[in-house]
């Protein structure tokens, strides 16, 4: 099961840290993923971590976002910089392991 979490309201510039906690997986073994779904729009990749510690990004958001895992606390952090309006959305944990996508957590960027 995965559970995401720490999004929230946010001004453009600032800042926010996700969380996605795994019960039944090991994160470290897997590929895990953060995608992303706005009001209206299909969901779409966001970034997504290897079990050999490579990452990759999308285009919108290279540069600002980083995604890492905790591997004693069996968890995997994207942690989001200079947002902007259009990152607005609820964004969701993946692996391609898990049985579902589990809940997400809703991101507001707004002035």
């Known amino acids: 099961q995965l559970q995401a979490s720490g999004g929230g309201l946010v001004q453009p510039g600032g800042s926010l840290r996700l969380s996605c906690a795994a019960s039944?997986?090991?994160?470290?073994?897997?590929?895990m993923a953060w995608y992303r779904q706005a009001p209206g729009k299909q969901r779409e990749f966001v970034a997504r971590?290897?079990?050999?510690?490579?990452?990759d990004y999308a285009d919108s958001v290279k540069g600002r976002f980083t995604i890492s895992r905790d591997n004693a606390k069996n968890t995997v952090v994207l942690q989001m910089d200079s947002l902007k309006p259009e990152d607005t959305a609820v964004y969701s944990c993946?692996?391609?392991?898990?049985?579902?996508w589990g809940q997400g957590t809703l991101v507001t960027v707004s002035s």
């Open positions: 993946y692996t391609p392991v898990a049985a579902s």
């Open positions: 971590i290897r079990s050999s510690g490579t990452a």
């Open positions: 039944g997986i090991i994160v470290s073994r897997n590929l």
